[in-house]
């Protein structure tokens, strides 16, 4: 597991890389980056890219957790980064409190 962090460069030519046709996924993909763009390491820049090298939506249903990596994906990193992709959205505390949902 490389856990030096990824420079600028790789970082946009790895959101280059991560542009996807379904929306579903970029989706993901964005809300990866806006949380762990800033320390993401090398190791978890490779694992992204092999799990882009999926098609679309073979990428979906590892992210629906409807399949789980096979073989030739199934590495902590791969997992790690995967757990990461699939952590859903937090509501800020002002969400939480508004009067809608009391």
Do not use: Y
């Not at 856990?3 to 890389?17: G, H, N, P, Q």
């Not at 490779?46 to 994906?73: C, F, H, I, V, Y």
């Amino acid at each position: 597991m490389v856990t030096e962090r990824i420079d600028e460069r790789a970082l946009s030519k790895l959101k280059w890389r991560c542009r996807r046709g379904l929306l579903e996924n970029d989706l993901f993909i964005e809300r990866f980056f806006a949380r762990h763009e800033d320390q993401l390491t090398i190791g978890q820049a490779e694992a992204l890219t092999r799990l882009m090298d999926l098609s679309d939506n073979d990428l979906l249903d590892l992210l629906l957790r409807r399949k789980e990596p096979g073989d030739d994906l199934d590495s902590p990193d791969v997992r790690q980064v995967l757990g990461l992709l699939r952590t859903p959205p937090q509501a800020s505390p002002s969400h939480i409190h508004s009067p809608a949902n009391l």
